[in-house]
């Protein structure tokens, strides 16, 4: 057993960032400022968006563009049940609709097959997921959100430095929001981007981030700006500070030979795990695509074991190996289960992974040492509580 405990993730944070925050503090501009628009810049030239909005989290990303796009009550938002609760909450708290779609059993993506049947006419845009950082089929999403007349809204949280077909999550006709919180592929400590090649959409959310002020509204204090201002209409204060935009920037250079380790990892998981009969070990889909492997989720095959998802964790942590759970579907949540009575037994494919799930350790500073410990320590879990 490991004398010490890995935890499941961990940030990769360096001594530029470090010294980038240090200086942001000394320089008594901690809030919305030039280290802001820097990121914004540098982001959407890496993921190839003309448009992006910094943002205090994906959350509230994920809030503006339902507003801005005029989401109404009863307007019905196609989803995954396999994400985090504010890709659907967000729906609701805009008076929207969730319809949830079933998952692909290897990926663990939306299953696009299964969307044209649930399209009415009250539908109004699809979140698709990009599950632990691979790509959901794009192609026939954009041919559906063309056929309806939908808007498509990438939760790419899971997605940065994810490619489909060659091209970055991010630069598609659609509305990408990323996040940065600590367990993700690049920091900010908290932090989000929305992504988009529509200019007015994107002004809309700038105006919406902080208190409906011009886009520009942090350099009032700056010797170049005024401290006068107008308000376009009610907004949030959505805005993201120098603080986090400092971390961020020092990230993103790192991004590409993070996911290179990532992947590393994961392919390792892959090779060492595969005779091992009671894991389903993630797929990659069929299409041309990069995987940013945020994640690595195994499903633990319950029915040929003693113990279930849960006990199965807990022995984990008995070896000092840590692990995540990314996702329970949103369905099997108890407010979800009163308010969405009538998913029960329609998505038998989240059903299955929701019950089986967990992330096991996967983050940049693990040595190969560290990972042959995760996979002893699956396997000695797994040997003692075979039926």
């Known amino acids: ?13 360096g001594d530029d960032e470090i010294n980038e925050v240090v200086d942001s503090l000394r320089s008594g501009w901690i809030t919305t400022g030039p280290k802001v628009k820097r990121f914004e810049e540098e982001f959407k030239a890496y993921v190839g968006s003309p448009f992006a909005v910094p943002l205090s989290s994906a959350t509230a990303g994920l809030h503006l563009t339902l507003l801005a796009l005029k989401i109404e009550p009863g307007d019905e938002i196609i989803t995954t049940p396999m994400t985090f ?11 929207g609709v969730p319809v949830l779609v079933d998952i692909e059993p290897g990926t663990l993506n ?24 691979q790509s959901c089929d794009m192609d026939p999403l954009f041919a559906l959100a063309k056929e309806f007349n939908l808007t498509i809204i990438e939760d790419a949280a899971h997605a940065a430095g994810t490619e489909y077909k060659g091209e970055k999550i991010g630069s598609f006709n ?7 919180h600590p367990n993700k592929n690049i920091t900010t400590g908290e ?7 529509d200019e007015s959409l994107a002004e809309e959310i700038s105006l919406l981030k902080f208190h409906g002020m011009s886009r520009e509204a942090w350099k009032r ?18 805005n993201m500070m120098d603080i986090q935009a400092a971390i961020g920037i020092h990230q993103l250079p790192r991004l590409d030979g993070f996911i290179e380790r990532r992947t590393a990892i994961a392919d390792f998981y892959n090779e060492a795990l595969a005779d091992v009969a009671e894991l389903a070990l993630p797929r990659y889909a069929t299409y041309d695509q990069r995987h940013a492997w945020h994640l690595y989720t195994p499903l633990v095959r319950i029915e040929m074991l003693a113990i279930d998802r849960d006990q199965f964790m807990a022995e984990l942590k008995k070896l000092n190996i840590g692990s995540g759970l990314h996702y329970k579907a949103i369905h099997h949540h108890a407010w979800y289960r009163e308010n969405l009575p009538q998913v029960e037994g329609s998505l038998p494919n989240a059903d299955y992974a ?13 040595t ?4 042959r410990d995760v996979v002893g320590a699956v396997k000695e879990v797994i040997v003692k509580h075979r039926k």
């Open 174 to 180: 659609s509305i990408s929001i990323f996040s940065f």
């Open 85 to 95: 609760a504010s890709t659907v909450s967000m729906i609701i708290l805009c008076g």
């Open 221 to 238: 204090f700056a010797a170049t700006g005024t401290p006068n201002y107008d308000i376009m209409l009610p907004g949030f204060k959505y």
């Open 368 to 371: 190969d040492e560290d990972a």
């Open 110 to 133: 939306i299953d696009v097959q299964k969307i044209r049947e649930k399209i009415t006419p009250r539908t109004k845009a699809i979140i698709p997921v990009h599950f632990a950082g």
């Open 354 to 366: 929701s019950d089986r799930i967990l992330s096991l350790p996967l983050f940049p500073k693990m």
């Open 191 to 197: 932090g989000g981007m929305v992504c988009t090649r």
């Open 1 to 13: 057993m490991r004398k010490e405990f890995l935890p499941f993730s961990t940030p990769a944070i």
